[in-house]
């Protein structure tokens, strides 16, 4: 593959020719030599689940039709994506339980780095709880809320309360099918139960606890992580920032944050303003201290700060390729541990800091909430102490970077419409916009770089689709100044006009992956104040380039909330009809959504506009 055939952003093409010329190894590299793939594994039908196996499924029927305890490929298939959608809400929902532990330490008096940035959000939560506020200091009112945020994770019984958000249809319907999440926690753990030899083995029972379990994620753990966040850093407005390789400086610090939460972020952004770094930094001989985010620790910080974005999933390595990074500071989630390696042939230190996660070759710096701001001047006092080591000769900074207007929380999206949805329904109505994209998740070496996330948007806009997006389609939507309000010129004429009248980008940008959970809430006011489910609105959802099992959670959690969703990459489940039939048809009959998989960027955005146009026939519009 050539540097234009992996990846269709310009500086990113720059970076992979340097790492060709340098002999330096990324993930297209190790995909090649990974090719090709295991059919048994694409195909979802090999198990390890007990140590009898593995076993496999023969996918012609000429060899093995069942494992060595009976399991057939529907039971297998069923099995390992139950397992991916665990794991994924594991790693959403236990980021959220991190942020609300340091919450809870803020409201104690341990964690003094934090406070209390949004005390309407505040407020607000806690009455959703019945949390009464008469009399209470905002500290105490606080201290009731994490306790009452804490429990959802332990809980043995339902409901999750930001269940309760959703239309009371969708409500019914989840209890009518016995899919309402009791815990966060205790729906991980049943999955791994469920998937263990000998207990679950009827496909349709295990992909039923998988919708389930995925709710606990997407109305329980994302939603909580949003929510506490929001308190904890502010609610999102809208602002401009800039992304892509070219934010990174030739002249100050370069301090890269990675990963996912921004309790590291947040404290790393203020350290780099303190004065006596930056006079540090002066010594050293550099400009200044420049941060610059990747992928959804990023995402957080530009949605509250603007802090800028150097790239999103698959840029990590390239930004490092650089050879002006002087620090690559990560927490936990997407992070690749070739990072370790990489950073060796290049001046950049590789700095680890979640007790959960640690990679090769970093340097381990410790991030406990006791001493966040001090352990965060630690980290980027390293970052700058290490500039005089860049190596000019090694540098090459491309040159492209794009503005973009970002903020779009709910709440930002609701002010802009003057308070309430009523002015959107009102142009899907008329049929200005004719609905709503929710476009979505990672990268994937099978996708060359940001194309399925870019034609996807495009064709959405261009067709009166108003398009919401968080993640790495956010990034790559950004890169492709797709997030501008000049991009309305993209867009057809009506989404065009309601775009000019608001002053907003034809795409919205919504924050982080666990953000998924503020589309859910604008989702769910809209349904409401239609007086409709979720399914019953014009809108899809779409995962062009997703990867992760993260990305398996929100699909079956978007799907489960009635939103129809196109996967741009394979799932590993064709090895069972039956699972395949479930996804794609059967679960329309179940839920009043299912998924689709469409590899091709414009047919995909096909099947989103013939479904929006279906649901606004049926809504009479
Ligand atoms: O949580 S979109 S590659 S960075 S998993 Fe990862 Fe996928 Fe990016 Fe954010 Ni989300
Ligand atoms: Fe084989 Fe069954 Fe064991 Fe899986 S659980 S490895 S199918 S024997």
């Not at 295991?38 to 198990?47: H, K, R, Y």
């Not at 029927?61 to 390992?80: F, L």
């Not at 104690?108 to 780095?113: H, K, L, P």
């Amino acid at each position: 593959q050539t540097a234009f055939e992996k990846s269709i952003d310009p500086a990113s093409q720059k970076m992979l020719e340097k790492a060709e010329n340098e002999g330096i190894e990324t993930a297209w590299d190790r995909y090649e030599k990974q090719l090709p793939q295991c059919s048994f594994g694409q195909l979802g039908i090999c198990c390890r689940n007990c140590n009898m196996g593995p076993c496999r499924i023969d996918p012609f029927g000429e060899g093995a039709e069942k494992g060595i305890c009976g399991a057939t490929a529907d039971i297998i298939v069923a099995r390992n994506l139950l397992r991916m959608i665990a794991a994924g809400a594991a790693a959403h929902s236990d980021h959220a339980r991190d942020a609300v532990l340091t919450f809870k330490k803020m409201t104690e008096g341990e964690a003094g780095s934090y406070g209390i940035k949004d005390k309407t959000k505040l407020f607000s939560l806690a009455s959703e709880y019945g949390i009464s506020l008469e009399g209470k200091s905002h500290e105490e009112v606080a201290g009731e809320l994490a306790s009452a945020l804490l429990a959802e994770f332990g809980k043995q019984e339902g409901p999750i309360q930001y269940t309760r958000r959703a239309p009371e249809a969708r409500l019914r319907l989840w209890t009518s099918l016995g899919i309402e999440p009791r815990g966060v926690d205790r729906e991980i753990v049943e999955c791994m139960h469920r998937t263990h030899i000998g207990v679950d083995n009827d496909a349709t029972h295990i992909l039923l606890h998988g919708l389930r379990t995925s709710l606990s994620d997407g109305w329980g753990g994302s939603m909580i992580a949003t929510e506490i966040q929001d308190v904890l850093f502010g609610t999102p407005e809208p602002k401009k920032s800039t992304v892509n390789l070219g934010v990174l400086s030739h002249d100050k610090v370069n301090v890269i944050i990675h990963g996912h939460e921004p309790i590291l972020s947040e404290m790393i952004v203020q350290a780099a303003e303190d004065p006596e770094l930056l006079e540090l930094a002066k010594e050293k001989g550099a400009a200044g201290i420049n941060v610059a985010g990747i992928c959804c620790t990023g995402n957080e910080t530009l949605m509250r700060h603007g802090t800028p974005i150097a790239g999103n999933f698959l840029q990590q390595e390239l930004a490092v390729v650089t050879g002006a990074v002087e620090a690559m500071i990560v927490d936990v989630q997407c992070i690749m541990p070739a990072l370790g390696n990489l950073t060796g042939c290049y001046h950049t230190k590789f700095i680890s800091t979640s007790p959960k996660a640690d990679f090769p070759g970093t340097v381990r710096m410790e991030f406990h909430e006791e001493r966040a701001y001090d352990t965060a001047r630690e980290i980027v006092r390293t970052a700058v102490e290490n500039f005089p080591n860049r190596n000019i000769e090694k540098v090459n900074i491309p040159e492209e970077k794009q503005e973009c207007m970002v903020g779009f929380s709910a709440e930002a999206i609701l002010k802009a419409l003057g308070g309430s949805p009523a002015p959107l329904i009102d142009a899907i109505a008329g049929g200005a916009v004719k609905g709503i994209g929710a476009v979505v998740g990672c990268n994937n070496v099978k996708v060359q770089h940001n194309y399925g996330h870019v034609n996807l948007v495009k064709e959405l806009i261009k067709n009166n689709v108003l398009v919401v997006t968080t993640g790495c389609n956010a990034i790559a939507c950004a890169e492709a100044g797709l997030l501008v309000p000049e991009a309305a010129a993209q867009a057809g004429d009506g989404l065009k006009g309601v775009c000019e009248a608001l002053g907003i980008p034809p795409v919205l940008h919504m924050g982080s992956c666990v953000d998924i959970s503020r589309i859910l809430v604008l989702a769910s006011a809209i349904a409401k104040s239609l007086g409709v489910d979720i399914s019953d609105l014009p809108a899809a959802g779409a995962a062009p380039e997703w990867m992760s099992e993260k990305a398996v959670s929100i699909g079956a959690y978007v799907v489960s909330s009635g939103v129809f969703t196109v996967l741009g990459t394979v799932p590993p489940v064709l090895g069972s009809q039956a699972v395949t039939a479930l996804l794609t048809k059967g679960l329309d009959n179940v839920i009043g959504a299912s998924f689709a998989v469409e590899p091709d960027p414009f047919k995909a955005a096909n099947l989103m506009l013939e479904h929006i146009e279906g649901k606004r026939k049926a809504l009479g519009l």
